[in-house]
């Protein structure tokens, strides 16, 4: 297992080496992003509602999933008063949500196989309603940070909400998968072989993203906020994994992935509306490596030491 770990947090050192070798460029990381969320990741999540059963009560993940990313958010909204406007939007955007799928998919398929990749997904199905789209206008709007997007028709700002769900491949296909789900939809075994590649590498190219994302910040101010999203994320990541190992009516394998999940790094999601809203994208790409590391040393011990393996 600690090779394992170690060969995910290599894959991260790797290409942020190259990149100060000149390898790389300074935005190569939208290359990996775009392999990740428009085919491997896709490929990944297909793949495993494709070889798992599907259990229905496994639906009471997804409402687990969408509580887990909602509410820290106005934990936050209310826990930053007297912070900056911009720095309050970094902590909520930054604090609340899961990297399950570009992040916590690919560490608990290498740590127990592909199978637990289901459980995972389902939290992320409840997780991105939130994530991929909500998080940005719920920070928005509380913090009044966009003018323009207030001033239009309801109808327009339900089309660009809609627009930010919808424009998530992921995301759509998490919909999609979760309708055959419903309606009992098998994936044809030829479309499994033609995707196989595709999902198995999926944990390096995510892995190779977040190591090209990072840039280590210069502003003091800046590392004293990402240490306040540490301390946030670390309180948060507590309270889902107990809940989730006392509440949740599944064995304890299933349990025990949520738990890791639960300590999930900050979202690609995060770092994108950060930029877009607060224009520091230092900082952003540095928080996401920051915990995506301190996660996968978190999830390896605890994988270690609970009983659900």
Known sequence: MIFQSGALLLA????????????????????????????TLPCAIILSFATNKHDMRMLWIVLFGFFACAIPLFIVYLGSRGDERNYRAFQ????????????????VQTFMGASAGLPIIMLDIGNATVATAGSLTITRTLLNMDDNFKSLPLSLRLRNIAH??????????????????FLHITIPQPIVTLITPFANA????????????????DNRKDRLEL???????????????????????????????????????????????TDSLTGNAKLAGFSLTVTAIISLVVMTVLHAALPGA
Not at 12 to 39: C, T
Request: hydrophobic share 60%; glycine share 8%; aromatic share 14%.
């Open 202 to 217: 999926n944990a390096f190219c995510a892995m190779a993203m977040i190591g090209l994302m990072m840039e280590i910040p």
């Open 227 to 273: 240490l306040k999203v540490i301390g946030w994320r670390a309180v948060f990541g507590v309270i889902i994994a107990v809940a989730a190992w006392f509440l949740l009516p599944f064995d304890m394998r299933i349990r025990e992935i949520i738990v890791l999940g639960a300590f999930a790094p900050i979202t690609i999601f995060s770092t994108k509306f």
């Open 92 to 107: 909520m955007l930054n604090a609340s949500g899961l990297n399950l799928g570009a992040f916590c998919l690919p560490v």
């Open 164 to 181: 930010d769900f919808l424009g998530s491949i992921s995301f759509d296909i998490y919909m999609l998968m979760l309708v055959f789900m």
């Open 12 to 39: 991260i050192i790797a290409p942020y080496a190259l990149k100060h070798l000149h390898i790389f460029g300074e935005r190569d990381y939208k290359v990996a992003q775009g392999l990740v969320f428009n085919l």
